[in-house]
């Protein structure tokens, strides 16, 4: 994730805006946020669709929640929204899964609405903070051989390399990348309060490979048939993701990889979405 400052005029009022209300990540930074206090607006394309607002009617009863219409490609529906806001939380993306031209269908409006968050900040007058959201996938992609690589905030994918080959970046890497939800909303609402806070963060608690987690599971988890056979380029993890400049700013995870994956299999097994063998 990427702070974004500028100057603001204070209005002693906690208000926040995250972008892309529907989402998973931002559904949890919107309760917290509510949870301490803040106003908070949150933008969705339809708020008329109630399969996909549902969830927010729900968080209305937690505090003060407001559902505006806006669209990342629609450069003015972002005004209303964001005016009086303090912070702002972009954590929308356009994402298709079955996209023919990702740079068409996904990365040239997610560009786009970047810049068109960003312009209603600029005019705002009372945005003090913008926390950016971005993925692993910023910093994990490239075509270097050696094993044992280091990922900070130094360092970007090589789009060259992206472009050309488009790598499925499990299979490049060989490495799985964790962080439970509720420490990455509260990393975000960290950031977005912390005064030292400045540019690129990445927010990571644990990393693995394929053969490492599915041990782990197994394990942990014996009534399940985990697979113990991958391909060899999934054996090893090539590089893993520091989050030491976080650590550094003064933030604590409080969710290990256990909870996490509790927390999961609790929830399949409630939906009857995984059963025994």
Do not use: Q
């Given at each position: 994730m990427t702070t974004i400052d500028q100057t603001a005029v204070t209005t002693g009022t906690k208000k926040a805006c995250v972008i892309g209300g529907t989402g998973n990540l931002a559904s949890i930074l919107i309760k917290h946020l509510l949870q301490s206090g803040y106003k908070v607006n949150t933008t969705v394309r339809d708020p008329e669709n109630e399969k996909k607002t549902a969830h927010l009617k729900v968080l209305q009863e937690l505090g003060d929640l407001k559902i505006f219409k806006a669209d990342l490609t629609d450069e003015g529906s972002f005004t209303s929204p964001i005016s009086g806001c303090e912070y702002v939380f972009h954590v929308a993306t356009p994402i298709s899964f079955t996209s023919q031209d990702p740079e068409k269908d996904m990365i040239s409006p997610a560009v786009q609405g970047v810049i068109n968050v960003l312009k209603s900040c600029l005019k705002s007058?009372?945005?003090?903070?913008?926390?950016?959201?971005?993925?692993?996938?910023?910093v994990s992609i490239n075509n270097l051989s050696e094993p044992g690589l280091v990922m900070t905030e130094e360092n970007w994918s090589d789009v060259d390399f992206l472009?050309?080959?488009?790598?499925?970046?499990?299979?490049?890497?060989?490495?799985?990348?964790?962080?439970?939800?509720?420490?990455?909303?509260?990393?975000h609402?960290?950031?977005?309060?912390?005064?030292?806070?400045?540019?690129?963060y990445i927010c990571c608690y644990y990393n693995t490979n394929v053969p490492e987690i599915a041990d782990f599971l197994r394990r942990r988890y014996p009534k399940y048939n985990v697979l113990s056979e991958f391909e060899e380029c999934l054996s090893s993890a090539k590089l893993t993701l520091s989050s030491e400049k976080l650590v550094k700013e003064g933030f604590r995870?409080?969710?290990?990889?256990?909870?996490?994956?509790d927390e999961m299999i609790e929830y399949f097994e409630s939906k009857g979405l995984i059963k025994p063998v």
């Open positions: 007058n009372s945005v003090k903070r913008v926390i950016y959201t971005s993925s692993a996938a910023a472009t050309k080959e488009k790598p499925f970046n499990w299979k490049l890497s060989g490495s799985i990348s964790f962080i439970h939800v509720d420490d990455l909303a509260r990393a609402m960290f950031l977005a309060e912390k005064e030292t806070a400045s540019g690129r995870f409080e969710h290990g990889i256990s909870e996490m994956y």
